[in-house]
């Protein structure tokens, strides 16, 4: 059976509306007991996680009936729905970036995706703790909310002359290796920036920095919202041979990636 999706610019409007639920729900648990807890595979999950999500899926369920959701805490209790080929389907993270809301530094993000023909056409970035949120469109551009304030459009940047600015993971990993592989490709990078969850490809998306390697582990819900925002702004992500990152892989796992402005290949 074929479900026919509202036009983008509804599902846009209505997804910010979705996951700004999901965030005061995450909030509402932040100022107290987290509930933290190890799943399967020794990873972190809160009592904010299952709530978010909660929220996140019976929203979407509500705005486009039958349309296959593939979410992270369904899939780690074993949920895990069948994809039609070419179908879309929507990819959530209720919450990324667990381990920085239990260090409460508040770098973590609600993120919600819709994929189209491998692609994300449509992505919300909300960052909780600040109040922030970036969108991305396939068509309609991207955009940035801060507080109450209006939605301001993003794009993403030439880099300055001098040279790069880089992003790298709060929790994984060091500066170490990508310099390497910064080294190895010609790229020079004059200033360096951490931060956690899916906000590394939004600070690209404004035109705060220019490039994101990610060499380890990363499923699909990890980075498609934050992908159809940066592609939005005029940037891309690609996998280490240049093809574009895409979705509804085998088991859901990522390659490595870069996420970069395109004037920073």
Same mark, same amino acid.
């Given at each position: 059976?074929?479900?026919?999706?509202?036009?983008?610019?509804?599902?846009?409007?209505?997804?910010?509306?979705?996951?700004?639920?999901?965030?005061?729900?995450?909030?509402?648990?932040? @100022?107290?007991?987290?509930?933290?807890?190890? $799943?399967?595979?020794?990873?972190?999950?809160? +009592?904010? *996680?299952?709530?978010?999500?909660?929220?996140?899926?019976?929203?979407?369920?509500? !705005?486009?009936?039958?349309?296959?959701?593939?979410?992270?805490?369904?899939?780690?209790?074993?949920?895990?729905?069948?994809?039609?080929?070419?179908?879309?389907?929507?990819?959530?993270?209720?919450? *990324?970036?667990? $381990?920085?809301?239990?260090?409460?530094?508040?770098?973590?993000?609600?993120?919600?995706?819709?994929?189209?023909?491998?692609?994300?056409?449509?992505?919300?970035?909300?960052?909780?703790?600040?109040?922030?949120?970036?969108?991305?469109?396939?068509?309609?551009?991207?955009?940035?909310?801060?507080?109450?304030?209006? &939605?301001?459009?993003?794009?993403?940047?030439?880099?300055?002359?001098?040279? /790069?600015?880089?992003?790298?993971?709060?929790?994984?990993?060091?500066?170490? *290796? /990508?310099?390497?592989? &910064?080294?190895?490709?010609?790229?020079?990078?004059?200033?360096?920036?951490?931060?956690?969850?899916?906000? $590394?490809?939004? !600070?690209?998306?404004?035109?705060?920095?220019?490039?994101?390697?990610?060499?380890?582990?990363?499923?699909?819900?990890?980075?498609?919202?934050?992908?159809?925002? /940066?592609?939005? @702004?005029?940037?891309?992500?690609?996998?280490? +041979?240049? $093809?574009? !990152?895409?979705?509804?892989?085998?088991?859901?796992?990522?390659?490595?990636?870069?996420?970069?402005?395109?004037?920073?290949?």
């Amino acid at each position: 059976m074929t479900h026919a999706l509202p036009p983008l610019d509804t599902l846009r409007e209505t997804c910010t509306a979705i996951a700004q639920d999901a965030a005061s729900e995450i909030m509402r648990i932040y @100022a107290g007991d987290h509930g933290v807890r190890d $799943k399967d595979d020794k990873s972190p999950v809160t +009592d904010a *996680d299952h709530a978010a999500e909660a929220v996140i899926l019976a929203g979407l369920r509500k !705005l486009t009936p039958g349309i296959v959701i593939i979410a992270e805490e369904e899939m780690a209790a074993g949920r895990v729905p069948s994809l039609d080929d070419g179908r879309p389907f929507w990819l959530v993270d209720p919450l *990324d970036g667990t $381990k920085e809301f239990i260090k409460r530094n508040g770098e973590f993000t609600v993120n919600i995706a819709l994929v189209e023909n491998g692609r994300p056409t449509l992505g919300i970035v909300l960052a909780p703790a600040t109040d922030t949120l970036w969108r991305g469109a396939k068509g309609l551009g991207a955009d940035k909310r801060e507080g109450k304030g209006a &939605f301001t459009p993003i794009r993403t940047r030439t880099p300055p002359t001098e040279g /790069l600015t880089a992003c790298a993971s709060r929790s994984h990993g060091t500066f170490n *290796d /990508l310099d390497i592989w &910064f080294r190895n490709n010609d790229l020079t990078v004059v200033d360096r920036v951490q931060a956690g969850s899916s906000l $590394k490809f939004c !600070l690209i998306a404004e035109g705060k920095a220019d490039i994101y390697p990610r060499f380890g582990p990363t499923m699909e819900w990890d980075t498609g919202a934050a992908q159809g925002v /940066l592609e939005a @702004a005029g940037g891309e992500v690609v996998t280490v +041979d240049g $093809k574009p !990152l895409l979705y509804g892989k085998p088991r859901f796992a990522n390659p490595h990636f870069i996420a970069r402005s395109l004037a920073a290949r």
